[in-house]
């Protein structure tokens, strides 16, 4: 089973940035799919960003250039640098994890919340 623990949540002015982590409680080169998801109030989760095995990574649009996902083995820790954030990217963030030694299960942490004011 996979353990997930995300923080670096806070209130923001737009414009700022934040990291937000994900420490996992397994290797994380074990992990083969570590994504990022949003939901803000009212709204569905939404996918924001994907890591796979380390190597390829994908965005949501209305992220794509200033959210920068990433992990370190070292650390087992997976991130996400938000840069030039805006009131819209105001959510609560998860971190998720799939890999295939794990079964099919995904694996989601409890979310850190992210407010940026305008």
């Known amino acids: 089973q996979v353990q997930l623990v995300e923080s670096g949540g806070g209130l923001v002015q737009s414009g700022g940035s934040l990291r937000l982590s994900c420490a996992v409680s397994?290797?994380?080169?074990?992990?083969?799919?570590l994504a990022w998801y949003r939901q803000g109030s009212g709204k569905q989760r939404e996918l924001v960003a994907t890591d796979s095995s380390g190597i390829f990574r994908n965005y949501e649009s209305s992220v794509e250039g200033r959210f920068t996902i990433s992990r370190d083995p070292v650390r087992n820790t997976g991130y996400l640098q938000m840069n030039n954030l805006k009131p819209e990217d105001t959510a609560v963030y998860y971190c998720?994890?799939?890999?295939?030694?794990?079964?099919?299960?995904?694996?989601w942490g409890r979310g850190t919340q992210v407010t940026v004011s305008s």
């Open positions: 998720s994890a799939r890999g295939n030694r794990f079964g099919p299960t995904e694996y």
């Open positions: 397994v290797s994380i080169s074990s992990i083969d799919i």
